[in-house]
Every structure is written in C-alpha cells, then in structure tokens.
C-alpha cells in the first residue's frame, strides 16, 4: 500500500524538521512504497528548502516540496496560517495522488521503532 507523509514546516521549526528527517534516515533508512511531501511555507528561504528536498530524496521513494501561500500570524496566533497551510496540502493530495492514504506529521512527531510507516 503507498502512503504518503506530509511534513510542514516553517522558518521557526526547519532544524527539527531537518532533525527528523535525519532520524527517519537512522531508524529506517529507505521507506519503499512511501511519498514524502515537504510542505513549506512560503516565508521560507530556498537556501533551506533545497537541502530538505534532497535529505526527503535520500530517505523516500519519492519527494516533493510544495509552498503553499499562507497568510502571516498576527500577534503569534498562527492557527490561520496551519489551518490553511492543512487545506492546502489536504487538496494538493488529494489533486495529485488522488485516493492514498496519508499522515500528517508535524516536526515534533518522533518514530519510535524501525519499519514505523508499516
């Protein structure tokens, strides 16, 4: 079964985005029949976006980064912007890779055992 995971993130969590990545590598280093979709947002730089995409190819059968336009947090409120941030991503998937099953794992998720996505 293809699954895909749905990794957002933002200028203010790309390290443990980054983090992440690196575990998912050490735990299971090749996720087979799995997609990764980066999700950034679109304050973020691309001098960080392009060694994300090529950590996600390193560790999934497939990767793609998607920049989805979010509106700022105003006041540190940012429910709007992951909210739209979600619905994008949810109709992007659902656009692209129709009916597959996917995980929305945000950067403090952490995979406790090897073989986890299965």
């Known amino acids: 079964m293809k699954l895909i995971v749905a990794l957002p993130y933002h200028t203010g969590d790309h390290l443990a985005a980054t983090r992440l990545l690196n575990w998912i590598k050490e735990l299971s280093p090749f996720q087979d029949a799995t997609s990764l979709v980066l999700v950034a947002d679109n304050a973020v730089p691309m001098e960080i976006k392009k060694p994300m995409d090529v950590l996600g190819k390193s560790i999934f059968s497939t990767c793609e980064t998607i920049m989805p336009q979010c509106p700022s947090a105003v006041n540190g409120n940012y429910h709007i912007p992951a909210a739209v941030m979600f619905e994008k991503t949810a109709s992007h ?6 009916d597959w099953p996917w995980l929305w794992m945000e950067p403090d998720c952490v995979p406790l055992v090897p073989h986890w996505l299965l």
């Open 93 to 98: 998937i659902m656009t692209c890779y129709k």
